[in-house]
Structure formats: C-alpha cells, structure tokens
C-alpha cells in the first residue's frame, strides 16, 4: 500500500496557503497571521471554496444544522459505518495557518490521493469539517464535535451567546447560525455511537516535543481533560477623577489580585501537567477615565490528572473568597466545560504503528496537552491522533508553521491507515 | 437681574431627557445608561438636533474644523470679545445624562432666558460644544478645547489612533473626522488668546462634597492636574494547553502586577487629592485559548500637586523595572497627557460670588478633582466654573443624577453672570 501513495505535496502546500488568505483581520508583520471566527464572512467563505474543492472531486457534501461539513466518498458498501477522520478551519484572532487545516485540507489529500490510486473503498470514508473547534465566539470549544456527540444539550447551546461582545448587543448561537443559512434543529446534529467505524484526526503538535526529538510523527494515546470558567468581578465604578481612592472597589484591581492567584495555583503543582491561563480579560465600562466598575475573566485549566486540576480550582476559590471579603466586590464563577481525559482506541493507535512501520518511521506515542473535537468523537467512536512537529512548538501565533515534508509524511500516514479501516 | 430670570425648567429636564436619547448602545437595567462616542452615528444626531434647537430661536450656528459647534448670540457691539460658556456633549460607555450635557443645555437655555427677558447684549454671548472631551475613542480627553487653546499640535492631533481598536484596523481622527463631514485644517481651530472676553462651563460636580454640605452650588478656583500614560506589555503567546507554566512570559500576569503597583502608590501618598485609574485592558490575542501576548493598559493619574503626582509615577517606574527583569517582558511607556492645573479667574469668581449673593445663596469655593475644557479654554480667557451637586457624588454612571432644581439654579447663575459680563 505504502508504495502507491502519492501525495500532492505542492497542491496541499498551496491551498493551505490559499485558505490562510480568508482572514477577518490583516495579516501582521511577523508571520501570516489568520483569524477566522466561525460564521464570520471569512469563515463562511473558506468554507464554500472548501466545498468547492470537494465537489471538484466528486465527493458528496453536506452540511448539518450547527454548519459541520461532511465530505463523503462513497464506499461499495454504503451501509457499513463509514471511517471519518477531520479537523477545523476556524482560527483565534492572529493565529497560524496550520492548527486544524493541517487535518481538513490534510484529509482532503488522502482521500483524493486514495482515489487517484485506484482504490475502491469497501466502507465509505467521511471528512468531517467541525464548525467553533475554537471557543473564541461563543465561550466554548469544540461546538460541532460537542453537538455530534450528545456531549452538549442543543437547547443549551443554541441559548450560548456571544462571550466578548456587551451583554446588550451579545447574539445567540440560534442567531448567528440561523443568520448564517443554518436553519435545522440542533438535535439532528448528534450521531449515533455506531455511526462510524474508526475516527482518526491528523494534527500539529501545538507543542516542542517530537521537534526536540526529532521524531518526525507522534501517536496520540489521550487528550488531556480541559476545564473552561467565566469569573464575573463586580465592584463599584464612577469617575477617575472624583472617585477617592479609599472609598473604591476597583474591579479590575481585583480582577489582578485573581489573575495572578491562579497563576501561583496552577504552578504550585510543580507538576509540567497543570496549566492554567486567563486569555480575556474584559472591563466594564472601558473608558481610560472610569473607575472599572465590572470585569469578565474567562479561565482555560487543564491537566492529565482531572483531580489535580480540580484541587488548583479549589485553591483559587479559597483566594476569591478572601479577596471578596477584603475588597468589598462579588466574584461569581460559572463553569462552561470540565470535560474528562479522552483515550484512543488501542487498535487504532496499533494499526497506526504498524502504517508507520512500512513508512520506516518509529512514532512517539504521546499525550495531547492541546485538546480537540477527537476528545469528543472519542464518546461515539474509536479514536486515535497523528501529530506532526510545528516549529519551537509554537501555535496560536502567526509564526506557527509546520514543513511540507512533515505534513505530507502525516497524510501519507492518514491516507494509508484510512484504506486500511475502509477495508476492515 | 436676578428677578427677571425666568428658567423654562421643564423644557429644560424634558431637553435632557431627549438627549439622552441618542445612545450608541441601548440602556441598562439600573438608570437612564447613555454612550456617545465622539463622531459615531447618534453623537452626529445629538449634535444636528442641538443645532435645530439653536436655529430655532434665532441664535447663529458653525462648526469649525474638528467639528466644536459655536451657538452665536451676537450682541450689539459685534466686534468686542465675546462672553463665552459651554461644554460637551459625548459621553463614555455606560454613563449617565448630566455630564457635560447640563453645561450645554443648560447654557442654551441661559441664552434663551436672557432673550426671553429683553435683553439686548453688548458683547456677543457664545455657547460652545466641545468634540470629544472624553478620552474614550482616541485615548486623549479635550481633543476640541486643546486644540482651540493651542495646547496640542494639529498635525499629531489628525495621526491620533482610535484607542480601542487593534492596531491594523484603529482609525486616524483625519479619517474620522473626514468621514464626518468635518473636513478644514485643524490649524484654523485655534482661537488668540483675546478671542473671549471670559468663560464660564456650568457641571455636575461628579464629587460627594456639595451634597454631604447641603451647599446648592460650587464655584471652581482651580482644575486639578490630569496626566495619562498608556503601558504596553509584551510577553510570549501561544496556545493555552501546549506552553508549559515554566516557560512562559505572560502579559496579562505581568499587567496584573503593574496594575496592583499602580493602585498602591496611590494609596501610598495618603493624601486624598491622588487618584489613579487603570481604566482599560486590551487583551491581545484576546482568546479564551491563548496566552496573551501583548496588553496595553491605560492609566489616568491625577493630582491637585503635580510634584506628587510625578512621584507617584517614578515609584510606578521603579516597579517596572523589577517587574520587567522578574517576568522576561517588555513594557513601554507612552505619554498621553500631562496637562498643568489651571486657576479661576479671581473677578470672575468675585463677580460669581456676587450673583449668588442676589438669589441669596452662599456658594462653597472648590477644587475640581475631575478635568474640564476649562483647564484648556484657562489658556487663552479667564475662566471659571459653577459646580452643582449630584447625588452620592456619582458621576460616569448611569445612575447620575441632578435634581432640576440644582439644574434650575445653576442655570440662573450663569445666566446673570453673562449678562453682566456681557455688559462689561
């Protein structure tokens, strides 16, 4: 098998740099930066120009109703579950053009290059396009792969509003797809467990190890468990000027008293697992003259260990509760996800081992710190993940980058473990 | 005179109800929440209504090139220095309906009543609406009144940058002021020093003094010293889950230290008249997901002596310093402003003093903690204020409020006031 695969490694390389020109905002001067928040008009055109290239293809495409794309190459016997595998196009704001793409346009390329080969699939393969892998809209990531796997109430999530607009002007999920041209009830969205045989997702690294090794592909045995909170900080606002220094409770001063607690917790686990982060930090009412009067944190935590994470969120609480009592403001806490570690199928990963074998490559297998829509898929079906190295395991950032040889490797790698399933 | 004055009080409250009106975004739950952005689409609104409102009793209406609209009473020696009053009419986030507005409104119906009465001026009588005294949309408060003072340069005032907006797509005032309609060179916005022979700006205290005292009316002798600073905090990004705790250099971590800094060296001088405000905190990516990279902080630090305030911030500095070697970021400080206190007039307070003294009222001589115009329009006219209380010294906040009375009263009194400077 191995010998008849033959990678389009210029065509992937140029439509992964045709899909990084589909950017809400400008590129900046340190590398191509891309930001494609889901259903923004960038967005929706990546997502026609990907359709476009599989319809060229003769693959069937269908969207559901939260807007993940499904691109199907029939098999011979169309009623066996089909093998999927996918990832997602969105993008934070001033990210890379690898994170996701690598795994729909990567994807993309194996099926095509298993068709150019002369393969008539037994069971159908499916690529899957997950709508807000990214949480930066809506609060919450992974909202297609969350939806497809039963994981999230569709009422539930067509009620999640917009997380960084003003809670006036802040649209509905409902709306925004709706607005969008995706019309159907959320509840069609979810997948039966059966539904597909195997799913596997090929994906960057988003971290330094297979580089530092110089392994050029990992094996991915479990995604690390993520937890996402909002904390809420409400003092008393008025003017810069007037409001005397001993009569204020200053939002955003207790907003940094919070910020740097959960960075002393996250590190006094001493363990390289605990990871804690606040990336948004929003102030109410946002004048350079206005004592903050109301501050919104949101708090991505995570560790391989679910117990650990939660002792760190217990530490934290303990300083709330202190910072509250001597600042005189009200913090509230509200969990958006706490999702528990996922494993891959022992199979899936033994198959992708033997797939390496008569690639001559010798994978790591490893844990994935960065979580995916796979963590999810993993409640409905058997999964495993491919990584391939990203320099200075650097993501999210304009000068993430992956090479072309590293890319083609892990579709080679895909493409061959895809036969392999389709035939089972 | 004081017998002749006849406010309209109920046009007056009715006046700033409607102007209340013209909101860029909708009210809140607790008060009448007003925000007007300098040239957004309902600040165009409230400004061609105001105009309406002018024309309609007969007084002259323009705009110079930075869009401050001049309401002309012309008297009967048109060509000797005008007496002047006013103030603005935008609005920060979320605030209330009393600022700035009862200078404006309050100073058109003064005019009005003076006309009602008979009076026939000698010296014109001008009412004057700012641009942009608030900092919010291009960091810098007093943009209109700077630049009729002299006091910032026309060319840096048109590359100022929209301050809340990503770098890539920030706005310069020349492009929105063009877009506006206001479209002349912002070097024939300046007035010569004798343009006016005196101003007066009518305000809401925003302070707990006058209430706590029962005292219905202030007169300003002086403006404290207003000075901002805007901090960039540059660390290492990267996805939240994948950049271990050790290796990172966080900005929001290093932004919160300088906030908690900054909030204890104004506590530090122990004296009441230091106030610093970190009002804003623009999070870059800004992604529940992401480390972040980049934070700029804005800072307002004020203080009736500019010696202390300035030590403030070298201790502020020192700070930095450490907190730069420690954390492995770079933080960089811009200059905003640094603006000097300006005085009273001591024969327009006297002559203040004076009218008062005919509606039976004894003023309190105060300082105004909080900037106005006046400390530019200080510059090129004597000038002072009339201050009247606003309950619980709550300013910058939807739940503002003056009590028509107060309005009512200020009103009276600077309504004899023009007319015997007028006269003068």
């Not at 930001?35 to 693959?59: H, M, Q, Y």
Request: proline share 6%; aromatic share 4%; net charge negative.
């Amino acid at each position: 098998m191995a010998q008849q695969i033959q990678i389009d490694q210029p065509r992937l390389t140029s439509e992964l740099a045709t899909l990084a020109t589909f950017t809400d905002a400008e590129p900046v001067s340190n590398g191509t930066s891309v930001t494609r928040i889901v259903f923004s008009p960038d967005d929706l055109r990546a997502r026609a120009w990907l359709k476009e290239l599989a319809t060229a293809d003769g693959f069937e495409v269908r969207d559901d109703a939260v807007g993940n794309i499904f691109i199907r190459w029939t098999g011979t016997d169309p009623d066996a579950p089909a093998v999927a595998t996918g990832s997602h196009t969105d993008a934070i704001p001033h990210a890379g053009m690898y994170d996701g793409t690598v795994g729909v346009l990567g994807g993309l390329e194996a099926m095509r290059t298993l068709k150019r080969s002369g393969l008539q699939p037994r069971r159908s393969i499916e690529l899957v396009m997950f709508t807000s892998e990214e949480p930066t809209r809506f609060g919450i990531g992974c909202l297609g792969s969350r939806l497809m796997s039963g994981t999230l109430d569709p009422k539930q999530a067509d009620a999640l509003r917009e997380a960084n607009e003003p809670a006036d002007t802040a649209k509905t999920l409902a709306q925004v797809r709706t607005a969008a041209g995706f019309t159907g009830d959320l509840a069609s969205v979810k997948l039966s467990p059966n539904h597909y045989h195997a799913w596997l997702e090929l994906h960057i690294e988003q971290g330094p190890l297979l580089e530092r090794e110089g392994t050029p592909l990992g094996i991915v045995t479990s995604i690390a468990a993520p937890a996402g909170y909002r904390f809420t900080i409400s003092g008393l606002g008025g003017h810069a000027g007037a409001l005397l220094m001993p009569d204020r409770k200053d939002a955003l001063c207790a907003a940094a008293e919070l910020i740097l607690a959960i960075e002393k917790h996250a590190l006094a686990t001493h363990v390289i697992d605990t990871v804690a982060t606040v990336g948004t930090c929003d102030v109410h009412p946002g004048a350079v003259n206005s004592v903050p009067s109301r501050v919104v944190l949101q708090l991505d935590i995570r560790d391989t260990d679910p117990t650990r994470r939660e002792s760190v969120m217990q530490a934290i609480r303990r300083d709330i509760e202190t910072l509250r009592q001597r600042r005189g403001v009200i913090i509230t806490e509200q969990i958006i996800n706490a999702d528990a570690p996922a494993q891959s199928s022992p199979h899936l990963v033994e198959l992708l081992e033997e797939v390496c074998a008569t690639h001559g490559i010798s994978p790591r297998k490893m844990v994935s710190r960065a979580y995916h829509d796979s963590l999810f898929m993993a409640r409905i079906a058997p999964i495993a993940m491919i990584f391939i190295p990203c320099r200075n395991g650097v993501s999210h950032r304009p000068d993430e980058y992956a090479t072309p040889a590293h890319t083609t490797l892990g579709v080679q790698v895909l493409a061959s473990a895809l036969a392999k399933l389709a035939s089972e």
